[in-house]
Protein backbone atom coordinates (compact mmCIF):
# COMPACT_ATOMS: atom_id res chain seq x y z
CA UNK A 1 0.00 0.00 0.00
CA UNK A 2 2.75 2.34 0.88
CA UNK A 3 4.60 1.73 -2.52
CA UNK A 4 1.25 2.43 -4.24
CA UNK A 5 1.17 5.60 -2.37
CA UNK A 6 4.40 6.83 -3.12
CA UNK A 7 3.95 6.21 -6.69
CA UNK A 8 0.63 7.90 -6.77
CA UNK A 9 2.39 11.03 -5.12
CA UNK A 10 5.41 10.79 -7.63
CA UNK A 11 3.03 10.31 -10.91
CA UNK A 12 0.75 13.57 -9.66
CA UNK A 13 4.25 15.54 -9.15
CA UNK A 14 5.49 14.83 -12.99
CA UNK A 15 2.46 15.31 -13.69
CA UNK A 16 2.12 18.92 -12.39
CA UNK A 17 5.69 19.42 -13.67
CA UNK A 18 4.61 18.19 -17.48
CA UNK A 19 2.07 20.64 -17.04
CA UNK A 20 4.28 23.73 -16.86
CA UNK A 21 3.01 24.34 -12.95
CA UNK A 22 5.00 26.04 -10.24
CA UNK A 23 5.10 27.54 -6.94
CA UNK A 24 6.51 30.86 -8.16
CA UNK A 25 3.94 33.46 -6.86
CA UNK A 26 2.87 37.04 -8.47
CA UNK A 27 4.56 36.26 -11.55
CA UNK A 28 2.36 37.66 -14.32
CA UNK A 29 4.40 37.09 -16.94
CA UNK A 30 5.76 34.10 -16.83
CA UNK A 31 3.07 31.38 -17.31
CA UNK A 32 3.45 29.35 -13.63
CA UNK A 33 1.11 29.49 -11.05
CA UNK A 34 0.37 30.24 -7.56
CA UNK A 35 -0.27 26.93 -5.54
CA UNK A 36 0.21 24.69 -8.22
CA UNK A 37 -3.75 25.36 -8.80
CA UNK A 38 -4.57 25.12 -12.47
CA UNK A 39 -3.25 22.30 -15.33
CA UNK A 40 -4.25 21.59 -19.21
CA UNK A 41 -5.74 18.36 -18.42
CA UNK A 42 -7.02 17.28 -21.92
CA UNK A 43 -6.80 18.52 -25.30
CA UNK A 44 -9.84 17.88 -27.39
CA UNK A 45 -9.05 16.88 -31.01
CA UNK A 46 -10.73 19.21 -33.23
CA UNK A 47 -13.06 17.21 -36.40
CA UNK A 48 -10.95 16.98 -39.68
CA UNK A 49 -8.02 19.26 -38.87
CA UNK A 50 -3.96 18.06 -40.36
CA UNK A 51 -0.81 19.65 -40.08
CA UNK A 52 -0.14 19.62 -43.99
CA UNK A 53 -3.22 19.89 -46.29
CA UNK A 54 -6.79 18.52 -47.04
CA UNK A 55 -9.18 18.80 -45.33
CA UNK A 56 -8.98 22.41 -43.61
CA UNK A 57 -5.11 21.97 -42.48
CA UNK A 58 -4.82 23.21 -38.56
CA UNK A 59 -6.67 24.31 -36.34
CA UNK A 60 -5.40 27.74 -36.55
CA UNK A 61 -7.95 30.31 -37.21
CA UNK A 62 -10.89 30.36 -34.49
CA UNK A 63 -12.90 33.23 -32.77
CA UNK A 64 -15.44 33.20 -29.95
CA UNK A 65 -16.51 30.24 -28.13
CA UNK A 66 -19.49 30.02 -26.15
CA UNK A 67 -20.30 27.14 -23.07
CA UNK A 68 -24.40 26.89 -22.19
CA UNK A 69 -23.80 24.75 -18.84
CA UNK A 70 -27.29 23.99 -18.61
CA UNK A 71 -26.61 21.40 -21.84
CA UNK A 72 -23.06 21.43 -20.93
CA UNK A 73 -22.20 22.42 -24.84
CA UNK A 74 -19.31 24.39 -26.20
CA UNK A 75 -20.03 26.03 -29.54
CA UNK A 76 -16.76 27.10 -30.94
CA UNK A 77 -16.12 29.58 -34.31
CA UNK A 78 -13.50 26.99 -36.47
CA UNK A 79 -12.44 29.35 -39.38
CA UNK A 80 -10.79 26.25 -40.90
CA UNK A 81 -13.35 23.92 -40.85
CA UNK A 82 -15.64 26.82 -41.67
CA UNK A 83 -18.06 25.77 -38.89
CA UNK A 84 -19.16 25.71 -35.35
CA UNK A 85 -17.44 23.20 -33.53
CA UNK A 86 -20.18 21.56 -30.64
CA UNK A 87 -17.79 20.02 -27.88
CA UNK A 88 -19.48 17.94 -25.13
CA UNK A 89 -18.12 19.87 -22.04
CA UNK A 90 -18.73 16.20 -19.62
CA UNK A 91 -16.94 13.81 -21.94
CA UNK A 92 -14.44 16.49 -23.35
CA UNK A 93 -15.17 15.44 -26.78
CA UNK A 94 -16.30 17.13 -29.84
CA UNK A 95 -19.80 15.88 -31.13
CA UNK A 96 -21.03 17.80 -33.71
CA UNK A 97 -19.92 20.53 -36.53
CA UNK A 98 -22.88 23.45 -37.19
CA UNK A 99 -22.32 23.90 -40.82
CA UNK A 100 -23.30 25.56 -44.33
CA UNK A 101 -23.06 23.81 -47.64
CA UNK A 102 -19.48 24.97 -48.62
CA UNK A 103 -17.97 23.51 -44.66
CA UNK A 104 -14.72 21.60 -44.96
CA UNK A 105 -16.04 19.48 -41.48
CA UNK A 106 -17.60 16.85 -43.13
CA UNK A 107 -17.86 18.49 -46.74
CA UNK A 108 -20.75 20.22 -45.91
CA UNK A 109 -22.80 16.93 -46.17
CA UNK A 110 -24.63 18.04 -42.67
CA UNK A 111 -25.29 21.43 -44.13
CA UNK A 112 -28.12 23.11 -41.82
CA UNK A 113 -31.80 23.31 -43.75
CA UNK A 114 -33.55 26.22 -44.37
CA UNK A 115 -36.63 27.48 -43.48
CA UNK A 116 -37.88 27.59 -46.99
CA UNK A 117 -39.47 31.02 -46.21
CA UNK A 118 -36.14 31.92 -45.73
CA UNK A 119 -35.18 34.59 -49.15
CA UNK A 120 -31.54 34.75 -50.11
CA UNK A 121 -28.99 37.76 -49.43
CA UNK A 122 -28.16 40.14 -52.13
CA UNK A 123 -24.30 41.55 -51.73
CA UNK A 124 -23.16 45.37 -51.74
CA UNK A 125 -22.87 45.18 -55.83
CA UNK A 126 -25.81 42.98 -56.33
CA UNK A 127 -24.53 39.75 -56.56
CA UNK A 128 -26.69 36.92 -54.46
CA UNK A 129 -24.00 35.94 -51.69
CA UNK A 130 -23.34 32.38 -51.07
CA UNK A 131 -23.21 32.82 -47.14
CA UNK A 132 -26.83 32.82 -46.77
CA UNK A 133 -29.94 30.98 -47.13
CA UNK A 134 -29.29 28.93 -50.50
CA UNK A 135 -33.25 29.08 -51.50
CA UNK A 136 -34.78 29.68 -54.54
CA UNK A 137 -33.88 32.27 -56.82
CA UNK A 138 -30.39 32.00 -55.18
CA UNK A 139 -28.14 30.82 -58.10
CA UNK A 140 -24.57 31.50 -59.15
CA UNK A 141 -23.11 31.15 -62.71
CA UNK A 142 -20.22 29.22 -61.06
CA UNK A 143 -22.30 26.60 -60.44
CA UNK A 144 -24.03 26.77 -57.20
CA UNK A 145 -27.31 26.59 -57.19
CA UNK A 146 -30.97 26.79 -55.11
CA UNK A 147 -30.28 23.76 -52.33
CA UNK A 148 -32.71 24.61 -49.45
CA UNK A 149 -29.57 24.64 -47.12
CA UNK A 150 -27.46 27.49 -45.63
CA UNK A 151 -24.61 28.90 -47.77
CA UNK A 152 -21.98 28.06 -44.89
CA UNK A 153 -19.26 30.71 -43.54
CA UNK A 154 -16.54 32.80 -45.38
CA UNK A 155 -14.04 31.04 -43.70
CA UNK A 156 -10.45 32.17 -43.08
CA UNK A 157 -9.23 31.47 -46.71
CA UNK A 158 -8.47 35.27 -47.64
CA UNK A 159 -8.12 36.80 -44.03
CA UNK A 160 -7.21 34.66 -40.71
CA UNK A 161 -4.44 36.74 -39.69
CA UNK A 162 -4.42 39.74 -37.15
CA UNK A 163 -1.51 41.00 -38.84
CA UNK A 164 -2.89 41.53 -42.43
CA UNK A 165 -5.36 43.64 -41.69
CA UNK A 166 -8.23 41.66 -42.86
CA UNK A 167 -9.80 39.77 -40.27
CA UNK A 168 -12.99 41.83 -40.85
CA UNK A 169 -14.22 39.47 -43.60
CA UNK A 170 -13.81 36.40 -42.06
CA UNK A 171 -16.71 33.68 -39.90
CA UNK A 172 -17.65 32.45 -37.98
CA UNK A 173 -17.00 35.14 -35.52
CA UNK A 174 -19.55 35.71 -32.06
CA UNK A 175 -21.53 32.55 -30.69
CA UNK A 176 -24.30 33.55 -28.01
CA UNK A 177 -26.85 30.85 -26.76
CA UNK A 178 -30.06 30.96 -25.04
CA UNK A 179 -30.44 30.07 -21.80
CA UNK A 180 -32.35 27.01 -22.31
CA UNK A 181 -30.23 25.79 -24.60
CA UNK A 182 -32.27 25.56 -27.38
CA UNK A 183 -31.27 28.23 -29.91
CA UNK A 184 -27.82 29.14 -31.31
CA UNK A 185 -26.56 32.91 -32.49
CA UNK A 186 -23.85 33.25 -34.76
CA UNK A 187 -22.46 35.76 -36.42
CA UNK A 188 -21.24 35.40 -39.86
CA UNK A 189 -18.67 37.26 -42.04
CA UNK A 190 -20.99 38.51 -44.86
CA UNK A 191 -22.61 41.14 -42.12
CA UNK A 192 -25.23 39.13 -40.47
CA UNK A 193 -26.40 37.05 -37.74
CA UNK A 194 -27.39 33.16 -38.59
CA UNK A 195 -29.98 31.46 -35.86
CA UNK A 196 -29.89 28.07 -35.57
CA UNK A 197 -32.47 25.31 -33.50
CA UNK A 198 -30.42 23.31 -31.24
CA UNK A 199 -33.76 21.05 -30.83
CA UNK A 200 -33.11 19.66 -34.61
CA UNK A 201 -31.03 17.68 -36.03
CA UNK A 202 -29.08 18.87 -38.26
CA UNK A 203 -29.90 22.08 -36.55
CA UNK A 204 -32.25 23.91 -38.76
CA UNK A 205 -31.96 27.83 -39.96
CA UNK A 206 -34.49 29.53 -37.79
CA UNK A 207 -32.97 32.99 -39.64
CA UNK A 208 -30.03 35.05 -41.17
CA UNK A 209 -30.75 38.32 -40.58
CA UNK A 210 -28.17 40.83 -42.15
CA UNK A 211 -26.99 43.48 -40.03
CA UNK A 212 -25.23 45.16 -43.32
CA UNK A 213 -24.28 44.64 -46.81
CA UNK A 214 -22.21 41.62 -47.26
CA UNK A 215 -18.89 42.41 -49.33
CA UNK A 216 -18.65 40.71 -52.99
CA UNK A 217 -17.12 37.45 -52.23
CA UNK A 218 -18.53 36.28 -55.67
CA UNK A 219 -17.64 39.22 -58.04
CA UNK A 220 -15.83 39.26 -61.05
CA UNK A 221 -12.57 39.79 -58.65
CA UNK A 222 -13.65 38.23 -55.62
CA UNK A 223 -12.43 39.50 -52.00
CA UNK A 224 -9.23 40.69 -53.84
CA UNK A 225 -9.94 44.31 -53.32
CA UNK A 226 -11.78 44.13 -50.54
CA UNK A 227 -8.68 42.31 -48.93
CA UNK A 228 -6.29 45.03 -50.52
CA UNK A 229 -8.54 47.66 -49.03
CA UNK A 230 -8.15 46.40 -45.56
CA UNK A 231 -4.64 46.80 -45.88
CA UNK A 232 -4.42 50.95 -44.95
CA UNK A 233 -7.85 51.94 -45.93
CA UNK A 234 -10.27 50.61 -43.64
CA UNK A 235 -12.31 48.48 -45.92
CA UNK A 236 -13.53 51.47 -47.55
CA UNK A 237 -13.23 49.49 -50.58
CA UNK A 238 -16.61 49.84 -52.58
CA UNK A 239 -16.77 45.79 -52.67
CA UNK A 240 -16.02 45.73 -49.06
CA UNK A 241 -19.75 46.32 -48.24
CA UNK A 242 -19.84 46.40 -44.21
CA UNK A 243 -17.58 43.87 -42.26
CA UNK A 244 -18.51 40.99 -40.74
CA UNK A 245 -20.95 40.97 -37.52
CA UNK A 246 -18.91 39.93 -34.36
CA UNK A 247 -19.02 39.92 -30.85
CA UNK A 248 -23.01 39.78 -29.68
CA UNK A 249 -24.81 39.95 -25.97
CA UNK A 250 -28.22 38.35 -24.88
CA UNK A 251 -31.06 40.01 -23.23
CA UNK A 252 -33.41 37.09 -22.29
CA UNK A 253 -35.78 39.16 -20.36
CA UNK A 254 -36.65 41.00 -23.31
CA UNK A 255 -35.28 38.52 -25.99
CA UNK A 256 -32.81 41.06 -27.57
CA UNK A 257 -30.12 40.79 -29.13
CA UNK A 258 -27.18 43.67 -29.40
CA UNK A 259 -24.59 42.94 -32.54
CA UNK A 260 -21.49 45.30 -33.52
CA UNK A 261 -20.21 45.49 -36.94
CA UNK A 262 -17.29 46.29 -34.84
CA UNK A 263 -13.79 46.62 -37.01
CA UNK A 264 -12.53 50.00 -37.86
CA UNK A 265 -13.93 52.02 -40.03
CA UNK A 266 -17.23 53.05 -38.70
CA UNK A 267 -18.37 50.68 -36.89
CA UNK A 268 -21.88 50.25 -35.68
CA UNK A 269 -23.96 48.26 -33.11
CA UNK A 270 -27.52 46.85 -33.83
CA UNK A 271 -30.40 45.89 -31.39
CA UNK A 272 -32.40 42.97 -33.05
CA UNK A 273 -35.78 41.88 -31.82
CA UNK A 274 -35.12 37.86 -31.14
CA UNK A 275 -38.57 37.01 -29.69
CA UNK A 276 -40.29 35.80 -32.47
CA UNK A 277 -37.32 33.75 -34.10
CA UNK A 278 -36.69 32.16 -30.47
CA UNK A 279 -40.19 31.79 -30.06
CA UNK A 280 -40.79 29.99 -33.28
CA UNK A 281 -43.34 32.23 -34.91
CA UNK A 282 -40.95 34.10 -37.43
CA UNK A 283 -38.13 34.01 -39.20
CA UNK A 284 -37.32 37.87 -39.13
CA UNK A 285 -38.33 38.41 -43.00
CA UNK A 286 -37.02 41.65 -45.15
CA UNK A 287 -39.80 44.11 -44.61
CA UNK A 288 -40.58 42.37 -48.95
CA UNK A 289 -40.46 38.97 -47.87
CA UNK A 290 -40.67 37.34 -51.29
CA UNK A 291 -37.60 39.33 -52.04
CA UNK A 292 -33.69 38.79 -51.07
CA UNK A 293 -32.29 40.75 -48.99
CA UNK A 294 -30.17 43.71 -49.48
CA UNK A 295 -29.92 46.92 -51.82
CA UNK A 296 -31.83 47.31 -54.79
CA UNK A 297 -30.58 49.04 -58.56
CA UNK A 298 -32.82 52.13 -59.68
CA UNK A 299 -35.27 50.78 -62.14
CA UNK A 300 -35.77 47.40 -60.60
CA UNK A 301 -38.19 45.22 -62.58
CA UNK A 302 -40.16 43.39 -59.97
CA UNK A 303 -41.22 41.32 -63.35
CA UNK A 304 -37.01 40.64 -63.79
CA UNK A 305 -36.76 39.46 -59.97
CA UNK A 306 -34.31 36.18 -59.63
CA UNK A 307 -34.40 35.82 -63.84
CA UNK A 308 -30.82 35.06 -65.21
CA UNK A 309 -31.18 38.35 -67.27
CA UNK A 310 -32.70 39.88 -64.27
CA UNK A 311 -31.47 41.50 -61.14
CA UNK A 312 -30.11 40.22 -58.14
CA UNK A 313 -27.21 38.98 -60.71
CA UNK A 314 -25.39 35.35 -60.11
CA UNK A 315 -22.04 36.66 -59.71
CA UNK A 316 -18.81 35.25 -61.57
CA UNK A 317 -18.50 38.59 -63.51
CA UNK A 318 -21.82 39.74 -63.97
CA UNK A 319 -22.38 42.41 -60.89
CA UNK A 320 -22.98 46.19 -61.81
CA UNK A 321 -19.13 47.25 -62.53
CA UNK A 322 -17.81 49.52 -60.06
CA UNK A 323 -17.58 52.12 -59.77
CA UNK A 324 -21.17 52.70 -60.60
CA UNK A 325 -24.39 54.95 -59.57
CA UNK A 326 -26.83 52.28 -60.26
CA UNK A 327 -26.57 51.07 -56.94
CA UNK A 328 -25.71 54.13 -55.08
CA UNK A 329 -27.49 55.09 -52.07
CA UNK A 330 -27.97 58.92 -53.01
CA UNK A 331 -29.08 58.46 -56.48
CA UNK A 332 -33.42 58.48 -56.56
CA UNK A 333 -34.45 54.94 -57.86
CA UNK A 334 -32.29 52.94 -55.47
CA UNK A 335 -34.04 51.08 -52.64
CA UNK A 336 -33.21 48.58 -50.20
CA UNK A 337 -35.06 45.34 -48.24
CA UNK A 338 -34.28 45.35 -44.52
CA UNK A 339 -34.82 42.66 -42.15
CA UNK A 340 -37.99 43.43 -40.22
CA UNK A 341 -36.89 42.90 -36.27
CA UNK A 342 -34.44 45.59 -36.05
CA UNK A 343 -35.09 47.84 -33.53
CA UNK A 344 -32.22 50.24 -34.35
CA UNK A 345 -28.42 51.12 -35.09
CA UNK A 346 -26.06 53.30 -33.66
CA UNK A 347 -23.25 54.31 -35.88
CA UNK A 348 -19.85 55.39 -34.21
CA UNK A 349 -19.08 58.29 -37.00
CA UNK A 350 -17.82 60.94 -35.15
CA UNK A 351 -20.95 63.33 -35.60
CA UNK A 352 -21.91 66.00 -32.99
CA UNK A 353 -20.25 68.86 -32.00
CA UNK A 354 -17.76 69.87 -33.29
CA UNK A 355 -17.57 67.59 -36.52
CA UNK A 356 -21.06 69.42 -36.66
CA UNK A 357 -20.71 72.43 -35.92
CA UNK A 358 -21.05 72.38 -32.81
CA UNK A 359 -24.73 70.83 -32.99
CA UNK A 360 -25.87 68.18 -30.61
CA UNK A 361 -27.72 64.84 -31.54
CA UNK A 362 -31.30 64.58 -31.12
CA UNK A 363 -33.02 61.78 -29.66
CA UNK A 364 -36.34 62.83 -30.15
CA UNK A 365 -35.87 61.84 -34.25
CA UNK A 366 -35.91 58.02 -35.44
CA UNK A 367 -33.12 58.91 -37.71
CA UNK A 368 -30.64 61.69 -36.72
CA UNK A 369 -29.26 63.40 -39.42
CA UNK A 370 -26.93 66.30 -36.93
CA UNK A 371 -28.36 69.28 -38.19
CA UNK A 372 -28.46 68.29 -41.73
CA UNK A 373 -24.81 67.33 -41.65
CA UNK A 374 -24.10 63.94 -41.11
CA UNK A 375 -25.83 60.76 -42.97
CA UNK A 376 -26.99 58.01 -40.85
CA UNK A 377 -26.28 55.38 -41.38
CA UNK A 378 -23.16 57.42 -42.39
CA UNK A 379 -21.32 54.51 -44.65
CA UNK A 380 -17.14 54.83 -45.28
CA UNK A 381 -17.59 55.05 -48.93
CA UNK A 382 -20.46 57.68 -49.42
CA UNK A 383 -21.12 55.63 -52.92
CA UNK A 384 -22.24 52.03 -50.91
CA UNK A 385 -24.94 51.02 -48.70
CA UNK A 386 -24.39 50.36 -45.44
CA UNK A 387 -26.36 48.96 -42.67
CA UNK A 388 -29.29 48.08 -42.52
CA UNK A 389 -31.52 51.09 -40.68
CA UNK A 390 -32.28 54.72 -41.71
CA UNK A 391 -35.03 56.12 -43.88
CA UNK A 392 -36.72 58.41 -46.59
CA UNK A 393 -34.67 61.37 -44.85
CA UNK A 394 -31.33 59.98 -46.89
CA UNK A 395 -33.65 60.09 -50.13
CA UNK A 396 -34.14 63.73 -50.02
CA UNK A 397 -31.94 65.17 -53.10
CA UNK A 398 -32.33 68.35 -51.30
CA UNK A 399 -30.38 66.98 -47.98
CA UNK A 400 -28.02 64.97 -50.17
CA UNK A 401 -27.13 62.69 -47.96
CA UNK A 402 -26.14 59.00 -48.81
CA UNK A 403 -27.41 55.87 -46.92
CA UNK A 404 -30.25 53.67 -47.16
CA UNK A 405 -32.95 54.99 -49.17
CA UNK A 406 -35.82 54.53 -47.01
CA UNK A 407 -37.97 52.67 -49.94
CA UNK A 408 -38.47 49.35 -50.64
CA UNK A 409 -38.25 47.40 -54.15
CA UNK A 410 -42.09 47.92 -54.21
CA UNK A 411 -42.26 50.90 -53.73
CA UNK A 412 -43.04 51.67 -49.98
CA UNK A 413 -41.31 53.78 -47.63
CA UNK A 414 -39.88 52.53 -44.55
CA UNK A 415 -37.94 54.22 -41.08
CA UNK A 416 -35.35 52.27 -39.52
CA UNK A 417 -33.79 54.05 -36.34
CA UNK A 418 -30.33 54.96 -36.41
CA UNK A 419 -28.65 57.35 -34.25
CA UNK A 420 -24.67 57.98 -33.60
CA UNK A 421 -22.26 57.24 -30.58
CA UNK A 422 -21.68 59.82 -28.04
CA UNK A 423 -20.63 63.21 -27.91
CA UNK A 424 -17.40 63.10 -25.44
CA UNK A 425 -14.86 65.35 -24.39
CA UNK A 426 -11.51 65.30 -26.82
CA UNK A 427 -8.94 65.88 -23.65
CA UNK A 428 -10.95 63.64 -20.94
CA UNK A 429 -13.21 61.16 -22.83
CA UNK A 430 -15.78 62.35 -20.46
CA UNK A 431 -19.07 62.03 -21.37
CA UNK A 432 -20.75 65.76 -22.63
CA UNK A 433 -24.24 67.58 -22.90
CA UNK A 434 -25.39 65.69 -26.27
CA UNK A 435 -27.74 68.20 -27.14
CA UNK A 436 -25.65 71.34 -26.21
CA UNK A 437 -22.17 70.02 -26.47
CA UNK A 438 -19.26 72.58 -25.57
CA UNK A 439 -16.20 73.83 -27.50
CA UNK A 440 -14.10 70.96 -26.79
CA UNK A 441 -16.86 67.94 -27.44
CA UNK A 442 -17.35 66.00 -30.73
CA UNK A 443 -18.75 62.67 -31.34
CA UNK A 444 -16.43 59.72 -30.33
CA UNK A 445 -14.76 57.90 -32.83
CA UNK A 446 -13.78 54.08 -33.18
CA UNK A 447 -10.31 53.23 -35.06
CA UNK A 448 -9.61 50.39 -33.38
CA UNK A 449 -12.79 49.60 -33.17
CA UNK A 450 -15.88 48.17 -31.47
CA UNK A 451 -15.32 45.55 -28.82
CA UNK A 452 -17.25 43.04 -25.75
CA UNK A 453 -20.53 44.21 -24.04
CA UNK A 454 -22.70 42.84 -21.76
CA UNK A 455 -26.69 43.22 -20.68
CA UNK A 456 -26.93 45.04 -17.18
CA UNK A 457 -29.92 43.50 -15.86
CA UNK A 458 -30.23 46.29 -12.83
CA UNK A 459 -30.51 49.05 -15.00
CA UNK A 460 -31.81 47.40 -18.56
CA UNK A 461 -29.28 48.56 -20.44
CA UNK A 462 -26.32 47.79 -22.53
CA UNK A 463 -22.61 48.20 -21.72
CA UNK A 464 -20.18 48.37 -24.82
CA UNK A 465 -16.44 48.45 -25.05
CA UNK A 466 -15.25 51.58 -27.29
CA UNK A 467 -11.56 50.66 -27.75
CA UNK A 468 -10.53 54.00 -28.48
CA UNK A 469 -12.59 56.70 -28.37
CA UNK A 470 -10.62 60.05 -28.98
CA UNK A 471 -7.68 60.93 -30.95
CA UNK A 472 -5.41 60.11 -27.53
CA UNK A 473 -4.63 56.27 -27.95
CA UNK A 474 -5.00 55.95 -24.29
CA UNK A 475 -8.41 56.59 -23.82
CA UNK A 476 -11.23 54.37 -23.98
CA UNK A 477 -14.81 54.01 -23.31
CA UNK A 478 -17.65 51.82 -21.75
CA UNK A 479 -20.57 53.37 -23.31
CA UNK A 480 -23.82 52.35 -21.51
CA UNK A 481 -27.06 52.08 -24.21
CA UNK A 482 -31.07 52.59 -23.58
CA UNK A 483 -32.45 50.21 -26.10
CA UNK A 484 -35.79 52.29 -25.26
CA UNK A 485 -37.62 49.22 -26.28
CA UNK A 486 -41.36 50.49 -27.47
CA UNK A 487 -40.05 53.82 -28.22
CA UNK A 488 -40.43 54.55 -31.87
CA UNK A 489 -37.21 56.52 -31.73
CA UNK A 490 -35.26 53.64 -31.45
CA UNK A 491 -31.82 53.38 -29.11
CA UNK A 492 -29.17 55.85 -27.44
CA UNK A 493 -25.65 56.01 -25.90
CA UNK A 494 -27.03 57.99 -22.41
CA UNK A 495 -23.59 57.46 -20.25
CA UNK A 496 -19.84 56.95 -21.11
CA UNK A 497 -17.38 55.83 -18.93
CA UNK A 498 -13.40 56.63 -19.29
CA UNK A 499 -11.06 53.66 -19.26
CA UNK A 500 -7.44 55.07 -19.33
CA UNK A 501 -4.45 53.35 -19.86
CA UNK A 502 -6.46 50.39 -21.65
CA UNK A 503 -7.80 49.62 -25.13
CA UNK A 504 -11.10 48.02 -23.62
CA UNK A 505 -11.52 44.75 -25.50
CA UNK A 506 -14.11 42.87 -23.54
CA UNK A 507 -16.54 43.63 -21.02
CA UNK A 508 -18.72 40.52 -18.63
CA UNK A 509 -20.77 41.03 -15.73
CA UNK A 510 -19.57 39.26 -12.75
CA UNK A 511 -21.54 39.10 -9.26
CA UNK A 512 -24.21 41.51 -8.18
CA UNK A 513 -23.45 44.90 -10.36
CA UNK A 514 -19.44 44.14 -10.58
CA UNK A 515 -18.28 43.65 -14.54
CA UNK A 516 -14.98 43.13 -15.29
CA UNK A 517 -13.18 45.39 -18.53
CA UNK A 518 -10.64 43.66 -20.57
CA UNK A 519 -7.81 45.82 -21.43
CA UNK A 520 -5.35 44.67 -24.28
CA UNK A 521 -2.50 46.93 -26.63
CA UNK A 522 -3.86 49.33 -28.38
CA UNK A 523 -2.47 49.26 -32.17
CA UNK A 524 1.01 49.96 -31.99
CA UNK A 525 1.43 50.90 -28.33
CA UNK A 526 1.33 48.81 -25.54
CA UNK A 527 0.24 49.21 -21.94
CA UNK A 528 1.21 47.42 -18.91
CA UNK A 529 -0.88 44.30 -17.95
CA UNK A 530 -3.99 45.63 -16.71
CA UNK A 531 -7.78 44.36 -15.73
CA UNK A 532 -10.38 46.90 -14.74
CA UNK A 533 -13.46 46.13 -12.49
CA UNK A 534 -16.37 49.30 -12.64
CA UNK A 535 -19.39 49.10 -11.38
CA UNK A 536 -22.05 48.88 -14.18
CA UNK A 537 -23.82 51.73 -13.46
CA UNK A 538 -22.09 54.40 -12.41
CA UNK A 539 -18.83 53.44 -14.13
CA UNK A 540 -16.74 53.55 -11.11
CA UNK A 541 -13.43 51.71 -11.22
CA UNK A 542 -13.77 49.43 -8.28
CA UNK A 543 -10.68 47.50 -8.46
CA UNK A 544 -7.71 47.43 -11.18
CA UNK A 545 -5.64 44.14 -11.75
CA UNK A 546 -2.05 44.66 -12.73
CA UNK A 547 -0.72 40.97 -13.24
CA UNK A 548 -2.17 40.21 -16.18
CA UNK A 549 -3.49 41.78 -19.13
CA UNK A 550 -3.42 42.06 -23.16
CA UNK A 551 -6.78 40.59 -23.10
CA UNK A 552 -9.52 39.85 -26.18
CA UNK A 553 -12.15 37.38 -24.50
CA UNK A 554 -13.51 37.03 -20.40
CA UNK A 555 -15.99 35.23 -18.82
CA UNK A 556 -17.21 34.79 -15.28
CA UNK A 557 -18.11 31.49 -14.44
CA UNK A 558 -20.35 31.83 -11.35
CA UNK A 559 -20.17 28.13 -10.31
CA UNK A 560 -16.49 29.23 -8.69
CA UNK A 561 -16.91 32.76 -8.61
CA UNK A 562 -13.83 33.63 -10.20
CA UNK A 563 -13.45 35.29 -13.99
CA UNK A 564 -11.68 33.74 -16.42
CA UNK A 565 -9.10 36.01 -19.50
CA UNK A 566 -7.53 34.95 -22.56
CA UNK A 567 -4.64 36.80 -22.18
CA UNK A 568 -2.89 36.19 -25.79
CA UNK A 569 -0.64 39.66 -25.56
CA UNK A 570 1.40 39.11 -22.24
CA UNK A 571 4.55 40.25 -22.47
CA UNK A 572 6.18 37.29 -22.63
CA UNK A 573 3.43 35.02 -24.12
CA UNK A 574 -0.22 34.22 -23.55
CA UNK A 575 -1.87 32.59 -20.39
CA UNK A 576 -5.09 32.26 -18.59
CA UNK A 577 -5.12 34.36 -16.17
CA UNK A 578 -7.52 33.34 -13.14
CA UNK A 579 -8.91 36.84 -10.67
CA UNK A 580 -11.48 35.49 -8.02
CA UNK A 581 -14.50 37.87 -8.45
CA UNK A 582 -15.10 38.04 -4.68
CA UNK A 583 -12.05 39.61 -3.11
CA UNK A 584 -11.14 41.19 -6.88
CA UNK A 585 -7.74 39.30 -6.43
CA UNK A 586 -5.56 37.95 -9.14
CA UNK A 587 -5.15 34.14 -8.77
CA UNK A 588 -2.55 32.94 -11.47
CA UNK A 589 -1.68 32.62 -14.97
CA UNK A 590 -1.26 29.20 -17.07
CA UNK A 591 0.55 29.15 -19.98
CA UNK A 592 -1.73 28.42 -23.18
CA UNK A 593 -0.15 29.32 -26.63
CA UNK A 594 0.04 32.09 -29.86
CA UNK A 595 -3.28 33.77 -30.08
CA UNK A 596 -5.37 31.70 -27.38
CA UNK A 597 -7.88 34.04 -27.30
CA UNK A 598 -10.93 32.78 -26.88
CA UNK A 599 -12.26 31.63 -23.40
CA UNK A 600 -15.28 29.26 -22.44
CA UNK A 601 -15.86 27.98 -18.70
CA UNK A 602 -18.96 25.34 -17.97
CA UNK A 603 -20.24 26.02 -14.37
CA UNK A 604 -21.47 22.27 -13.42
CA UNK A 605 -17.38 21.11 -13.27
CA UNK A 606 -15.42 24.69 -13.30
CA UNK A 607 -13.61 23.66 -16.83
CA UNK A 608 -12.19 26.29 -18.67
CA UNK A 609 -12.18 25.17 -22.64
CA UNK A 610 -9.77 27.34 -24.61
CA UNK A 611 -9.24 26.98 -28.58
CA UNK A 612 -5.67 26.46 -29.38
CA UNK A 613 -3.76 26.76 -32.01
CA UNK A 614 -0.92 23.80 -33.28
CA UNK A 615 1.54 24.36 -30.69
CA UNK A 616 3.50 21.76 -27.93
CA UNK A 617 0.60 22.07 -25.60
CA UNK A 618 -1.37 19.96 -27.65
CA UNK A 619 0.58 17.29 -27.24
CA UNK A 620 -0.27 14.49 -29.37
CA UNK A 621 -2.54 17.00 -31.59
CA UNK A 622 0.70 19.49 -31.81
CA UNK A 623 0.54 19.91 -34.96
CA UNK A 624 -2.99 20.11 -35.85
CA UNK A 625 -4.30 22.29 -33.01
CA UNK A 626 -6.83 21.49 -30.18
CA UNK A 627 -9.28 22.99 -27.65
CA UNK A 628 -7.89 22.81 -24.21
CA UNK A 629 -9.23 22.13 -21.14
CA UNK A 630 -7.88 23.48 -18.28
CA UNK A 631 -8.65 22.84 -14.25
CA UNK A 632 -8.09 23.46 -10.83
CA UNK A 633 -6.06 20.49 -9.30
Not at 203 to 226: K, M, N, R
Not at 384 to 403: H, I, K, Q, T
Request: hydrophobic share 35%.
Amino acid sequence: MRSRILLTVLLTALFVIASGCGNVKNCPVCGTTTADGYADIVNITVPEHNATGEPGGPFNSFDISWINSATHRDYVSDRIGLAVVVVDTNQNIAINAIQGSNAVTNAGNAASPCDPSIPPQVDVVGNFTRFGCRNAPFHLISGFGANGNFGGFPGAQCCASRANGVNPMSGPDGEEVTPDGKTLFTAVGNASVAVFDLTATPPTVLATIPTGTSADYDGPLGIAPCVASWNGEAGSAATCGDDRADEMAYDPVHQVLAVINGDPGLPFITFIDMSGVVARTSHCLPLVPTLAYGPYEAGFVLANYGTGAGYPFQGSGTAIPQPSTILDPGVAGTSFNPPSCIIGQIYYDGAGGKASGGAGLSTTVPVDTVNVTFPCPDPSNPHVFSGVSGGAVNNNPVLGLPGLSGITPIGTTYTIPCHHGPIIDQTLGTFCSQTAPGSNCAGAIAPAGLGGMAWNPNTGHLLLANENSIGITNIGNIDEIDPRLGNPNGPVVVNSFVVQNCMPTSLVQGPGNNFMVGCADHDGEAFPPNLFVIDGTSGAIISEITNVGGVDEIWYNSGDNRYYVAARDMPNGPVMGVIDAKTNTWLENVATNANSHSIAVDSGNNHAFVPLQAGGICTTQSSNGCIGVFAEQ
